[in-house]
């Protein structure tokens, strides 16, 4: 079975802090994503890697910073988090094209 | 026009009904079509993919695909209370492999 884990399921931090949302996948998948999903407005995609140190923008990339530098392991992050931040962080993984993704458990991020 | 557009619901249908939930896209050379459900604060879950024009079925779940009419729906037989749940359709775009582009969700209620 194909795991992804997220580092926090729950997460408080402060206006101005920097924050690290840690992904990481066991079954080797080539491509990894980062979502944030907030009621009314879906799944929207922040930004993508296809390879380890490749990464692409998403959707809505402004105030996100992502790193790849394991296959395994995808982190996002928050340079200076704002309130508007606050929302549901998806962490996704795919072997390759035209396939499924598989998700991890997700981190609801608080920003006060 | 969004990319990819589902009611949003709710969808109310009483236990034991067939429930039908619709999704139409506008790359008309999409390659691949998934359906995920998401369960309220977890993450999207796989229940079924579909690549080829007709019917698949996998237990209780039918997945139709008309790619001449750029639509793709969900057959929910046998309805359970515990398919309640917010069914997300996504698509492989043909301008984009690498990607899955959802749609915002449609919010099932079985009623007992």
């Known amino acids: 079975d194909v795991k992804v884990t997220q580092s926090s399921r729950y997460l408080v931090k402060r206006t101005g802090e920097k924050v690290f949302l840690e992904c990481v996948q066991d079954?080797?998948?080539?491509?990894m994503f980062w979502y944030r999903q907030d009621p009314g407005l879906g799944l929207r995609l922040i930004y993508f890697?296809?390879?380890?140190?490749?990464?692409e923008k998403g959707d809505i990339p402004e105030g996100y910073s992502v790193s790849r530098e394991k296959k395994e392991r995808f982190s996002l992050i928050l340079e200076s988090a704002s309130t508007n931040q606050t929302s549901m962080y998806l962490c996704?993984?795919?072997?390759?094209?035209?396939?499924?993704?598989?998700f991890g458990p997700g981190t609801r991020l608080t920003v006060l | 026009q969004k990319e990819v557009e589902q009611n949003s619901g709710p969808l109310s249908v009483p236990e034991g009904a067939i429930a039908s939930l619709n999704c139409t896209y506008s790359?008309?050379?999409?390659?691949?079509f998934f359906w995920y459900r998401q369960y309220s604060g977890k993450s999207p879950e796989l229940i079924m993919f579909?690549?080829?024009?007709g019917d698949k079925e996998d237990g209780r779940f039918t997945a139709q695909l008309n790619k001449a009419s750029q639509y793709v729906s969900l057959l929910i037989r046998d309805s359970q209370p515990s398919d309640s749940a917010t069914y997300l359709c996504?698509?492989?775009?043909?301008?984009?492999?690498?990607?899955?582009?959802f749609g915002s969700g449609t919010r099932l209620s079985i009623r007992p």
């Open positions: 996504a698509v492989n775009p043909y301008s984009s492999a690498s990607k899955i582009i």
């Open positions: 890697s296809y390879d380890v140190k490749m990464k």
């Open positions: 579909i690549y080829s024009n």
């Open positions: 079954m080797d998948h080539e491509n």
């Open positions: 996704a993984s795919t072997p390759g094209l035209y396939n499924e993704q598989f």
């Open positions: 790359d008309r050379g999409s390659q691949s």
